[in-house]
Structure formats: structure tokens, C-alpha cells
């Protein structure tokens, strides 16, 4: 067994939680043996670990929770690691039998902190408004923690940040929905008093204080959407869920509360803005309900474009979810079968426009002895993935009714048929091996390596695009991944936010398939490349 010690370092004295969790590659069968260890460090930031395993580690630090006063990071890291931007890894510690290991050391960077004040369109203090803070180069649908309420003079404090730009958002119609007969309301508005997205300032955070800022809430002229809500036999629904999705130009979608059921099947919703909005209705609860729920369930959508007059007389047909058995296939034979533990979900596709994503995931079906599985509670536009992949396994195809819709969001049909929908698992996936080369052509470990399927229709942020930092002699490894084409590249300045923004998408493809090289990959090979680091940004 080992022992580890040593310090945390801050201005000030403060206690902190370190965590060792042990280290490894994708190629490396001993990758995360052992379970992560936790402590708190002392008053005085000393901490010690006894009794650990030898391995490889990487050894984290989290501030204190109840001041937020500085930035997570990891022991061997020149500077906090910015959690949606893939990085250089943290070089890890290598402990053996025996050893008492010192100085592992971390100086936590300082937290920046900005202040500001809501005020309506006269000037007067907003309180309870929500504030919300987002990096200037992502959407504004990745805002940063739960949003922050001004107090009674409409002051707000955002606190725990990195350094950076960012677009600083208010919005009062939480707490002040118009009434029915209202004609206008406060609207979301971005720093210092912009409507829209594109038309806010950045705020620039480069010390600990940053501010006063000054948000004047814009008022814009609301309308009235109504209608009536009908199941699948065209009866009145009498007790509809009824939501008002406004849906972004990014296809990304947030709910709206100002609606108000009547007897019948009846809505109204008052207070709407112009805009892209999806009316979305649901009888039950779709949130992971039981299978008899999910039976009975029925759904709706309809897209409505508000533009400068009350819209009446919507009618939103709902139909019944659909229920879909399947069977998974594993190419070759399956491995052991007491190893397997493998669950089948669906997620509505974040790149569809519509607000679909509303309807939330289904719960996750268990895949039987026999490797058959049944979905329920289906509608929409679903893409489906496999949870407890087998290790060195992966999905290698998703067949429908005959069809290949692999990466692709399909609407099932019911059918209690598995052949209609099989999945094929193959231990026969490629690898991508090489090395990450400077301007002077030596291995480096400043950018992040991105393997992309050429086809940029599908690119998805779940389950997950291959991002990830060179080892620290430069080298890197990613698999196994399908066979197909790709674009593999050596970046710096990318951001994950990128690839989950349908509005950026092909600009910041094209700009990834200048920077890289374009490869084809077989099954059982192991291409290796250099590639020259290029920036993005």
C-alpha cells in the first residue's frame, strides 16, 4: 500500500475536498480498477491518503463548497481546466508498493465575482428577476448553474467564475406572467439592454470584481394563442398537459407556463411574444412512468409562428406512443453472458427542430436473457443507444424495418415483433493511434484530438463525440469506433458547446475538416496518423 500527503494553497485558510481517482487509457485494460478516493483537507490545506493500491492516479482538488472562492483543479495542471473545452490530461502520479509520496502540491486559482442591477424599462429596480450567465461563445441554452434572483433594489452577484467573456441575461416574466388581457410584458433581455442574442455585449471578466453592470429589460407587444386539444378518436382531451415550447433558431427549446387549461379541451395561452413556438400536449406523466402509463399515453405537437396578431382556433390532435420490441445481435457470438448487464433508451434527437425535446427521455428497458427488450412511451423523432456496452465492444448498426438508421433520429411505429429493430454489437471496431506535432514537429500536448464522422449530419453530443487530450509524451489513442470516415484533427480554442449548436454546426465543420486530415477506417485496424496541431480559434 502507499501513502500520499501534501498541500492545498490559497490565499487564505480554508478547508478543500481532494479526490485520487486512478488513471488510464482507452487501450488499457487496468483503466479505473479501483474506486476514487476522497478526503477533506485540513484548515491548514494539508490532506493525506493511506492505505491506497499502487497504479497510476490523478489527484483533483474542489474548494471549498460553501464560498466559492476558487477554481476546481488538478495536481500537475498549470490552470483550472475549463470543463466544456477538452484539454491537456493531467499528468498522472505513478505510486508504488511501499511508498509515502509528498509535495503533491496545488496553488487554487481565485474565483472572479461580477455584480449588476435590473431595472425595468423606466429605470425602476426589478426584484426576484432570474439572472442568467452564459460564456460568450456558447448558446444560450448552456446557461452556467441554476440562474440568480435580484434582491429588493435589483442587485444580483454571479460568483465562482474563470476568466472569460460572457453574455449576461435577465428575465422577470418568472415571477411577472402578464394576466389574460394584458398587451405587453417585460421580455428576457441581455446585457446591456438587447432583445435578442445577437445584439447583447459581451461582459468582460479579468479581475476578481467585475462590474456594476446595468440591465434595462426590454417590453415587447404579447399576443393569444388558443385552441382545443383532441385524442386519437377526435374526442375532447378533458384534463390535457398543455405546454407552449418557444423553439430557438438553434432548434433548442424552452418551456412557457402562461397556459391555461379550461374544461373541454380548451387553451389559452396569453402573454406570447413573436416567435418560433411548439404548442406540445400530453395526457399522464411521461417523465420514466410505468408501462401501463405509458400504454394509455397519448401526445400532441403543432408548430405556431407568432407573429403580430392573437392566433385562434389551433387544434392539436394527439396520437398513442408507440411500443417497440427489439432484439440485440452480437456479431461473432456474445461474450460471457453473466458480464452482460445491457439497457436500451431513447432520447429525442437535440438536433431536430420542434421542441420535441420537451417530451424528456423514455425510461430505460433492460435487455432480457434471450437479448430481446421492449420500448414504450415513443413519440417523436427518437435516436436510440446501448447502455452497458460490453468493453471493446460497440454499436456497429441499428436497423429498422430494414433500414440502417444508425446515428439517425427515426418515429417508431408499434409492433411487437424484435426483428423489425435490431441492434449489432461487434468487438471488431478500429483504432486511431498517433501523435500530436508542434510548428517544430515535435510531440506536444497543447490541443485536443477530434475524431468526427465526416458526414455532419451525424454529429450528436450523446452518446458522445471523440475529444480527447494527448497522453504526456504526445501520443494518443482513440477507440474502438465504427468503421467509416472521418475527420481527425489536432485542435486548440475548441469548445464542446460547438458541436452542440445546430446554427454553427457546418461553419465549424468545415473549419474542423481544413484543420485535419480525412481517413477511412476498416473493422480489427489500428490507423496511425500525426497529426500538426491547428487553431480554430
Same mark, same amino acid.
Given at each position: 500500500?502507499?501513502?500520499?500527503?501534501?498541500?492545498?494553497?490559497?490565499?487564505?485558510?480554508?478547508?478543500?475536498?481532494?479526490?485520487?481517482?486512478?488513471?488510464?487509457?482507452?487501450?488499457?485494460?487496468?483503466?479505473?480498477?479501483?474506486?476514487?478516493?476522497?478526503?477533506?483537507?485540513?484548515?491548514?490545506?494539508?490532506?493525506?491518503?493511506?492505505?491506497?493500491?499502487?497504479?497510476?492516479?490523478?489527484?483533483?482538488?474542489?474548494?471549498?463548497?460553501?464560498?466559492?472562492?476558487?477554481?476546481?483543479?488538478?495536481?500537475?495542471?498549470?490552470?483550472?481546466?475549463?470543463?466544456?473545452?477538452?484539454?491537456?490530461?493531467?499528468?498522472?502520479?505513478?505510486?508504488?508498493?511501499?511508498?509515502?509520496?509528498?509535495?503533491?502540491?496545488?496553488?487554487?486559482? *481565485?474565483?472572479?465575482?461580477?455584480? /449588476?442591477? =435590473?431595472? @425595468?424599462?423606466? +429605470?425602476? &429596480?426589478?426584484? !426576484?428577476?432570474? %439572472?442568467?450567465?452564459?460564456?460568450?461563445?456558447?448558446?444560450?441554452?448552456?446557461?452556467?448553474?441554476?440562474?440568480?434572483?435580484?434582491?429588493?433594489?435589483?442587485?444580483?452577484?454571479?460568483?465562482?467564475?474563470?476568466?472569460?467573456?460572457?453574455?449576461?441575461?435577465?428575465?422577470?416574466?418568472?415571477?411577472?406572467?402578464?394576466?389574460?388581457?394584458?398587451?405587453?410584458?417585460?421580455?428576457?433581455?441581455?446585457?446591456?439592454?438587447?432583445?435578442?442574442?445577437?445584439?447583447?455585449?459581451?461582459?468582460?471578466?479579468?479581475?476578481?470584481?467585475?462590474?456594476?453592470?446595468?440591465?434595462?429589460?426590454?417590453?415587447? *407587444?404579447?399576443?393569444?394563442?388558443? /385552441?382545443? =386539444?383532441? @385524442?386519437?378518436? +377526435?374526442? &375532447?382531451?378533458? !384534463?390535457?398537459? %398543455?405546454?407552449?415550447?418557444?423553439?430557438?433558431?438553434?432548434?433548442?427549446?424552452?418551456?412557457?407556463?402562461?397556459?391555461?387549461?379550461?374544461?373541454?379541451?380548451?387553451?389559452?395561452?396569453?402573454?406570447?411574444?413573436?416567435?418560433?413556438?411548439?404548442?406540445?400536449?400530453?395526457?399522464?406523466?411521461?417523465?420514466?412512468?410505468?408501462?401501463?402509463?405509458?400504454?394509455?399515453?397519448?401526445?400532441?405537437?403543432?408548430?405556431?409562428?407568432?407573429?403580430?396578431?392573437?392566433?385562434?382556433?389551433?387544434?392539436?390532435?394527439?396520437?398513442?406512443?408507440?411500443?417497440?420490441?427489439?432484439?440485440?445481435?452480437?456479431?461473432?457470438?456474445?461474450?460471457?453472458? /453473466?458480464?452482460?448487464?445491457?439497457?436500451?433508451?431513447?432520447?429525442?434527437?437535440?438536433?431536430?427542430?420542434?421542441?420535441?425535446?420537451?417530451?424528456?427521455?423514455?425510461?430505460?428497458?433492460?435487455?432480457?436473457?434471450?437479448?430481446?427488450?421492449?420500448?414504450?412511451?415513443?413519440?417523436?423523432?427518437?435516436?436510440?443507444?446501448?447502455?452497458?456496452?460490453?468493453?471493446?465492444?460497440?454499436?456497429?448498426?441499428?436497423?429498422?424495418?430494414?433500414?440502417?438508421?444508425?446515428?439517425?433520429?427515426?418515429?417508431?411505429?408499434?409492433?411487437?415483433?424484435?426483428?423489425?429493430?435490431?441492434?449489432?454489437?461487434?468487438?471488431?471496431?478500429?483504432?486511431?493511434?498517433?501523435?500530436?506535432?508542434?510548428?517544430?514537429?515535435?510531440?506536444?500536448?497543447?490541443?485536443?484530438?477530434?475524431?468526427?464522422?465526416?458526414?455532419?449530419?451525424?454529429?450528436?453530443?450523446?452518446?458522445?463525440?471523440?475529444?480527447?487530450?494527448?497522453?504526456?509524451?504526445?501520443?494518443?489513442?482513440?477507440?474502438?469506433?465504427?468503421?467509416?470516415?472521418?475527420?481527425?484533427?489536432?485542435?486548440?480554442?475548441?469548445?464542446?458547446?460547438?458541436?452542440?449548436?445546430?446554427?454553427?454546426?457546418?461553419?465549424?465543420?468545415?473549419?474542423?475538416?481544413?484543420?485535419?486530415?480525412?481517413?477511412?477506417?476498416?473493422?480489427?485496424?489500428?490507423?496511425?496518423?500525426?497529426?500538426?496541431?491547428?487553431?480554430?480559434?
Amino acid at each position: 500500500m502507499v501513502t500520499l500527503m501534501s498541500n492545498v494553497w490559497r490565499e487564505e485558510a480554508m478547508s478543500s475536498a481532494a479526490r485520487m481517482a486512478q488513471s488510464g487509457i482507452a487501450d488499457e485494460p487496468s483503466m479505473r480498477q479501483n474506486q476514487p478516493l476522497n478526503t477533506v483537507t485540513g484548515p491548514d490545506g494539508r490532506f493525506e491518503f493511506k492505505q491506497v493500491p499502487p497504479g497510476a492516479y490523478t489527484v483533483s482538488f474542489t474548494a471549498s463548497m460553501t464560498r466559492g472562492t476558487h477554481l476546481d483543479q488538478s495536481f500537475g495542471e498549470s490552470a483550472p481546466r475549463d470543463p466544456l473545452k477538452p484539454g491537456r490530461r493531467a499528468p498522472p502520479i505513478e505510486l508504488r508498493e511501499g511508498e509515502t509520496r509528498e509535495k503533491v502540491d496545488v496553488a487554487l486559482w *481565485r474565483a472572479f465575482a461580477v455584480e /449588476g442591477r =435590473v431595472v @425595468d424599462d423606466t +429605470g425602476e &429596480p426589478v426584484a !426576484n428577476a432570474q %439572472v442568467h450567465i452564459i460564456n460568450w461563445e456558447h448558446p444560450s441554452t448552456m446557461s452556467m448553474g441554476m440562474p440568480r434572483l435580484t434582491d429588493d433594489r435589483g442587485m444580483f452577484r454571479l460568483f465562482g467564475l474563470r476568466g472569460g467573456q460572457y453574455r449576461i441575461c435577465a428575465d422577470a416574466s418568472f415571477f411577472m406572467g402578464p394576466s389574460e388581457g394584458a398587451k405587453d410584458k417585460l421580455i428576457r433581455t441581455c446585457y446591456p439592454n438587447a432583445a435578442s442574442d445577437h445584439d447583447a455585449q459581451p461582459v468582460v471578466v479579468s479581475s476578481t470584481e467585475a462590474g456594476p453592470v446595468e440591465i434595462r429589460l426590454q417590453r415587447n *407587444r404579447t399576443y393569444r394563442i388558443t /385552441g382545443i =386539444v383532441i @385524442d386519437s378518436l +377526435g374526442a &375532447p382531451i378533458s !384534463n390535457p398537459n %398543455v405546454s407552449l415550447v418557444s423553439v430557438s433558431p438553434t432548434g433548442s427549446s424552452s418551456s412557457s407556463s402562461n397556459v391555461q387549461v379550461k374544461p373541454g379541451g380548451q387553451f389559452i395561452a396569453s402573454g406570447v411574444t413573436p416567435g418560433e413556438y411548439a404548442i406540445q400536449v400530453s395526457t399522464g406523466s411521461w417523465r420514466f412512468s410505468n408501462s401501463e402509463d405509458n400504454a394509455n399515453r397519448e401526445m400532441g405537437s403543432v408548430p405556431v409562428r407568432v407573429d403580430a396578431a392573437d392566433i385562434d382556433g389551433i387544434v392539436v390532435a394527439t396520437s398513442k406512443s408507440a411500443k417497440v420490441a427489439g432484439r440485440i445481435v452480437f456479431e461473432g457470438g456474445p461474450p460471457e453472458q /453473466g458480464t452482460l448487464k445491457l439497457s436500451i433508451m431513447t432520447s429525442p434527437d437535440e438536433m431536430t427542430r420542434g421542441g420535441r425535446m420537451m417530451f424528456g427521455p423514455t425510461a430505460p428497458a433492460g435487455v432480457r436473457e434471450d437479448m430481446s427488450f421492449e420500448l414504450s412511451g415513443l413519440f417523436g423523432p427518437q435516436l436510440l443507444m446501448v447502455a452497458g456496452v460490453p468493453r471493446g465492444w460497440i454499436v456497429k448498426s441499428v436497423r429498422y424495418r430494414g433500414d440502417d438508421v444508425t446515428d439517425t433520429a427515426i418515429e417508431f411505429k408499434s409492433s411487437s415483433d424484435p426483428s423489425l429493430l435490431e441492434v449489432t454489437l461487434t468487438n471488431q471496431g478500429a483504432f486511431v493511434t498517433g501523435r500530436v506535432l508542434g510548428d517544430d514537429g515535435k510531440e506536444s500536448t497543447e490541443a485536443s484530438v477530434v475524431l468526427l464522422p465526416a458526414d455532419v449530419s451525424r454529429w450528436r453530443p450523446f452518446p458522445g463525440l471523440a475529444a480527447i487530450p494527448p497522453k504526456s509524451d504526445g501520443t494518443f489513442t482513440i477507440g474502438p469506433v465504427r468503421a467509416g470516415e472521418y475527420i481527425a484533427a489536432a485542435v486548440t480554442g475548441m469548445s464542446f458547446a460547438r458541436l452542440r449548436d445546430p446554427s454553427v454546426r457546418a461553419e465549424f465543420a468545415a473549419r474542423i475538416a481544413k484543420a485535419g486530415e480525412r481517413i477511412i477506417l476498416v473493422e480489427n485496424e489500428k490507423y496511425s496518423i500525426d497529426l500538426r496541431i491547428a487553431k480554430l480559434q
